[in-house]
């Protein structure tokens, strides 16, 4: 397992599937692939001609620093920005826990997705599978060299063109006829003897080897299972405050006391997914997931239910402005818009929880004045929010009204955006738009 060439397993995990253009602004990752939410991971892991491709622990390194994600070809990705030659795009309806990714621009191509292939059917050429080596496959055929080795006693069975011969003495009379002597093996009891003997040490090496075949596959498979779960348990107890806190954030009791483990379950299964399976291809060890799958979950159970540091029981999950979070809490992500707003050098004011007039955020810059909604939603935001930012624009006499969201936009609210000339924006496209504005 440790001869397979590194570089050749990360062409197998093809961390940068190519992606398929599918509408306006709308795209499918042509196969199960990785993408970053910090551009620089996303060049370096796409720069083959890197020899630290070839170190393991680097890539390691980069997918976790970088924040990279697994996309899968039946999600859809809808376009935001194009930033510095990278495409960055949001999941389409948008996941918990995943912010929008960087993908390669130049790996987009037109056509409809082209769907996953099993490893069956793989076309020729195509990104193919590599298993480890298993010790079943590593059978040793025995050598023409070996053959010719026999124990003492054992005699080599003569050809049948050996067993006849003819013999006639050189000094026979002429004219006499020459006798035919036919030449018969008969073991004699000394060699009878040797052939046992050497039939039970034959016996004996056969068994002795098989033995040894045996023992040597057993060991080499509790070493790759040992393995294997050194890697599982070290990225479980390195996300382990992470764990905890997602557990309290999804693990949640109706009225009736009854506690609710559905959205836990599934984070689980994500977490495996997309961090434990990931370290295993690298390594070549994804054949070991079966066997310890529900070790690994027990595992991510006993880590999540201790308390993170500083928690307090069925207190609201952690939320900081600075950084953008689905569960954040709704105030903290206007702060969050007003944050990336004053970035872009605007004087960003952010309006009284009740909201004035539809508007949450009013900034200035340059004599000009902008309103922002700012809405922090699971699904796409319908047209309420265009109506109510719309009539912000008019109350406060501003230049532009733009509403901000985590999520996508229904069509409907689209069309009504064209209609009143009301932007609709990520909240990572504020900075660059306003910048825009401002010139």
């Known amino acids: 397992m440790r001869g397979l060439n590194t570089k050749t397993l990360l062409m197998t995990l093809t961390l940068f599937a190519p992606i398929t253009a599918f509408a306006d602004g709308v795209f499918h990752p042509a196969g199960q692939s990785y993408a970053c939410v910090n551009p620089r991971a996303t060049r370096a892991l796409a720069n083959h001609a890197d020899p630290r491709q070839n170190d393991p622990?680097?890539?390691?390194?980069?997918?976790?620093?970088?924040?990279?994600?697994?996309?899968?070809?039946?999600?859809?990705?809808?376009?935001?920005?194009?930033?510095?030659?990278?495409?960055?795009?949001?999941?389409?309806?948008?996941?918990?826990?995943?912010?929008?990714?960087?993908?390669?621009?130049?790996?987009v191509?037109?056509?409809?997705?082209?769907?996953?292939?099993?490893?069956?059917?793989?076309?020729?050429?195509?990104?193919?599978?590599?298993?480890?080596?298993?010790?079943?496959?590593?059978?040793?055929?025995?050598?023409?060299?070996?053959?010719?080795?026999?124990p003492k006693g054992w005699q080599k069975p003569r050809h049948d063109t050996e067993a006849t011969t003819n013999e006639a003495p050189e000094d026979n009379t002429p004219g006499e006829p020459t006798p035919s002597v036919t030449s018969t093996a008969v073991p004699s009891s000394a060699n009878t003897k040797d052939s046992g003997s050497g039939g039970l040490l034959i016996c004996a090496l056969i068994a002795a080897g098989l033995i040894g075949y045996f023992v040597l596959r057993a060991r080499r498979r509790a070493a790759r299972k040992r393995r294997a779960w050194e890697i599982i348990d070290k990225e479980i107890r390195d996300?382990?405050?992470?764990?905890?806190?997602?557990?309290?954030?999804?693990?949640?009791?109706?009225?009736?006391?009854?506690?609710?483990?559905?959205?836990?379950?599934?984070?689980?299964?994500?977490?495996?997914?997309?961090?434990?399976?990931?370290?295993?291809?690298?390594?070549g060890l994804a054949d070991q997931w079966p066997l310890l799958k529900d070790q690994a979950q027990?595992?991510?159970?006993?880590?999540?239910?201790?308390?993170?540091?500083?928690?307090?029981?069925?207190?609201?999950p952690l939320s900081d402005p600075r950084v953008f979070d689905p569960q954040m809490n709704p105030f903290d992500y206007e702060r969050h818009c007003a944050l990336?707003?004053?970035?872009?050098?605007?004087?960003?004011?952010?309006?009284?929880?009740?909201?004035?007039?539809?508007?949450?955020?009013?900034?200035?810059?340059?004599?000009?004045?902008?309103?922002?909604?700012?809405?922090?939603?699971?699904?796409?935001?319908?047209?309420?929010?265009?109506?109510?930012?719309?009539?912000?624009?008019?109350?406060?006499?501003?230049?532009?009204?733009?509403?901000?969201?985590?999520?996508?936009?229904?069509?409907?609210?689209?069309?009504?955006?064209?209609?009143?000339?009301?932007?609709?924006?990520?909240?990572?496209?504020?900075?660059?738009?306003?910048?825009?504005?401002?010139?």
């Not at 409809?112 to 298993?131: K, M, R, T």
């Not at 405050?241 to 954030?249: E, K, M, P, S």
Request: glycine fraction near 8%.
């Open 340 to 439: 990336l707003l004053e970035q872009a050098g605007w004087n960003a004011r952010v309006t009284q929880a009740s909201g004035d007039q539809g508007a949450d955020i009013i900034a200035t810059k340059g004599g000009r004045k902008i309103v922002v909604q700012c809405k922090l939603y699971s699904q796409p935001v319908g047209n309420k929010a265009v109506q109510e930012i719309y009539t912000a624009k008019q109350h406060q006499q501003a230049d532009e009204a733009i509403v901000a969201s985590n999520a996508g936009y229904t069509i409907p609210a689209r069309q009504l955006a064209a209609t009143t000339g009301v932007h609709l924006l990520h909240h990572q496209e504020l900075a660059s738009f306003c910048e825009r504005l401002a010139a």
């Open 109 to 150: 191509s037109a056509g409809l997705p082209i769907p996953p292939q099993s490893s069956a059917e793989a076309p020729p050429g195509g990104p193919v599978q590599l298993a480890p080596a298993s010790p079943d496959q590593e059978v040793s055929q025995p050598s023409s060299e070996t053959t010719d080795i026999l």
């Open 239 to 283: 996300q382990g405050t992470a764990l905890q806190v997602r557990r309290l954030q999804l693990v949640t009791t109706d009225a009736y006391g009854t506690i609710h483990l559905t959205k836990w379950a599934k984070e689980i299964g994500y977490f495996c997914n997309t961090r434990v399976l990931p370290l295993l291809q690298v390594e």
């Open 298 to 316: 027990a595992r991510i159970e006993e880590i999540a239910q201790r308390m993170p540091p500083g928690a307090v029981l069925n207190q609201k």
């Open 57 to 107: 622990g680097w890539v390691h390194f980069v997918i976790t620093d970088g924040r990279c994600f697994q996309v899968e070809p039946s999600e859809k990705w809808e376009q935001i920005s194009q930033e510095n030659g990278l495409l960055l795009l949001r999941r389409d309806p948008p996941r918990a826990g995943m912010p929008p990714l960087f993908f390669l621009p130049e790996q």
